[in-house]
Structures are given as structure tokens and as C-alpha cells.
């Protein structure tokens, strides 16, 4: 694949990762359909949602209509095919619900494939981190470096 190319590919699927948070905490559900193919699978853990229309019901249906929400994203590691219309794409991900708290930590890995229409998600899948609580004790070294930005209390040393 031509370097231009490539980076336009990678811009496109970058632009449709971010799309995805937008058309999702905006509840676009028209236009986040759009962003699937007909056989794609969204997965969380062991659960898959198939097929375009039954992941597009479990995602405009998983919130109360109505419920504000932001996804936060690193930028997204992509891996393009050798063919130019394959790719894989890993997002981290923090999802900020209406009361302010993160609600979910985690990765989106990504297969995605080029058609007619651009690219397009063929299969999502959401890794959660697991809630922990705490922060576990900081170093003190870290604790002194860090520990003016954390929430009061939550440092390893008063």
C-alpha cells in the first residue's frame, strides 16, 4: 500500500472510531447504524450481539433514552491488511456517565472492513477493566509526584 494511502486509511478509520463515541452519547442510532456492516458482532466478555439490527438494538436500548454520556478515547493503534480493505484497530477507552463517574474502563478491539461506503466495523469487542477499589498505596515517590492531582483521600500517605 502506497504511504499516502496508508495514512488516509488510517485517518478514515480514526475519524470512524471517534464517530462511533459521538453518534453513541449524541443517540444517533440512524447514523451509528451506518457505521456497521449487516453481519457485524459487537461483543462484551462472553456476550455477542450478531448481526447489525441485534447489536444496534443492545446499543440504543442498554441506556435510558435520554441519559447523557461521553466516551473518551486514546487515539486508536491501527493495523491495516496487506489488501488495503482490512484492519484492526485497539482503542482504550473511558466511558463517563451522566453523574460523572467512569463507568466503564477498557479497550475496543476492532475488525474493520473498506466496502462501497468506506470503512466499516465488522466486529467490536469490548474488554472492561475490572472495578478494583482502592487505589492500591502509591509509592512515595509516585504519592509525591502524583498525588496533588488525585482525589482527596485517596493517597497512600495524609
Known amino acids: 500500500m502506497e504511504p499516502l494511502a496508508r495514512l488516509v486509511a488510517i485517518q478514515e478509520i480514526s475519524d470512524l472510531i471517534g464517530r462511533y463515541c ?79 463517574e467512569n463507568t466503564i474502563l477498557g479497550r475496543y478491539e476492532d475488525e474493520l472492513v473498506r466496502d462501497g461506503g468506506g470503512w466499516r466495523f465488522k466486529r467490536r469487542v469490548e474488554h472492561p477493566v475490572q472495578y478494583i477499589p482502592g487505589p492500591p498505596p502509591m509509592s512515595d515517590t509516585a504519592d509525591g509526584v502524583s498525588g496533588a492531582t488525585m482525589r482527596s483521600g485517596e493517597t497512600s500517605t495524609p
Request: net charge negative; charged share 25%.
Open 22 to 100: 459521538m453518534l453513541f452519547d449524541d443517540e444517533d442510532w440512524t447514523g451509528l447504524d451506518e457505521l456497521w456492516t449487516d453481519d457485524a458482532a459487537f461483543v462484551v466478555e462472553d456476550q455477542a450481539f450478531e448481526g447489525r439490527a441485534v447489536l444496534m438494538d443492545f446499543l440504543s436500548h442498554c441506556l435510558p433514552p435520554g441519559y447523557r454520556t461521553k466516551h473518551m478515547i486514546s487515539r486508536p493503534v491501527v493495523e491495516l491488511g496487506e489488501d488495503g480493505t482490512t484492519a484492526a484497530a485497539r482503542t482504550d477507552v473511558v466511558w463517563i456517565a451522566a453523574n460523572f
